[in-house]
């Protein structure tokens, strides 16, 4: 394959269109990306390389030719290991209302995202033949939508449908779910006090009261947590309080109240937290989103 057919790599995390993205990366050298989140949901099919990826709780360790699925609420990391091999993958950006509108009554395209399903992963790992044929549509897909061939784009349309309904067979697979169990941990403790971060983000949280719920000193909570998670404890409280708050914004709640109900203490953090993650302002997000509707 010649190096155009390889997009520059960027740290942009937020889409450019209203439908969907896709890009195939190569990189010989690359300095890990923080925990974060997206409005959007994400595939991500690893080519080449060894990377571990961090999911909230749990931990993969992804093969070629496996993929990643990762919903607009969950916080993740690629935990790329330095290797002489260059790392190779495609990732495809979906718009969530676009993704829903695609689905139908009968099919919903975005039931493999959905982590309330009975043994739901985010790791998918499909035959030889299958995962194949996974990336040829991948492929497919990627040309399609950076041509401007007569019909390319409602191709693309059709492909990018054929490749969720694949993926989400691909999710009620249990004998694929069963070989996955090798490759993924997690945490009973650390499980614990996610559960509990998640359920009570509105309220107030420190590493003390939570050593102390949970019975484990602050030291060993702080360990295992980085090592799992992939972050701090406090960090994560900040990610996943301004992640609630996104979509309270997004859902039309003001920024003052959105304040309030996701645990800041003053609208002074909150503006100062928000701005420093997202590089614009609470009201410069929500003048955005109305923008899009």
């Known amino acids: 394959m010649s190096e155009n057919q390889y997009q520059p790599y960027t740290r942009r995390q937020t889409m450019l269109r209203k439908d969907f993205e896709i890009y195939r ?6 300095n890990e990306v923080e925990l974060h989140h997206h409005d959007f ?7 080449r390389g060894e990377v571990t990826y961090t999911v909230e709780n749990h931990i993969y360790n992804m093969r070629p030719g496996d993929v990643m699925l990762i919903s607009p609420l969950e916080l993740h990391q690629a935990r790329i290991k330095p290797d002489k091999d260059a790392y190779e993958r495609i990732v495809l950006w979906i718009d969530r209302t676009y993704l829903e509108k695609l689905s139908s009554p009968r099919t919903s395209l975005t039931r493999c995202y959905d982590t309330t399903v009975p043994g739901h992963t985010n790791l998918v790992r499909l035959p030889g033949d299958r995962s194949a044929a996974l ?3 991948l492929e497919r897909l990627r040309e399609l939508h950076h041509g401007d061939g007569y019909g390319s784009d409602l191709l693309a349309e059709c492909c990018l449908i054929e490749l969720m309904v694949g993926l989400n067979e691909g999710t009620q697979d249990h004998t694929m779910q069963k ?3 090798a490759d993924t941990s997690s945490d009973q403790v650390v499980d614990a006090v ?4 998640n359920a009570h ?3 107030p949280l420190t590493l003390d009261a939570l050593s102390e719920k949970f019975f484990i000193s602050k030291y060993h909570l702080l360990r295992k947590f980085e090592s799992q998670v992939g972050t701090t404890v406090h960090r994560y409280i900040l990610q996943k309080r301004l992640l609630n708050a996104k979509q309270l914004l997004a859902g039309g709640v003001a920024p003052s109240e959105a304040c309030a109900y996701c645990g800041f203490g003053d ?6 937290a928000f701005r420093a993650e997202y590089g614009i302002t609470p009201r410069q997000y929500v003048q955005s989103v109305r923008g899009d509707e």
């Open 194 to 197: 996610l559960a509990y971060i």
């Open 267 to 272: 609208y002074a953090n909150f503006y100062r």
């Open 135 to 137: 990336r040829r549509a």
């Open 25 to 30: 990366y190569r990189s010989s050298y690359m």
């Open 179 to 181: 070989s996955l169990s």
């Open 41 to 47: 949901y994400e595939v991500y099919m690893l080519l």
């Open 201 to 203: 983000y509105s309220e």
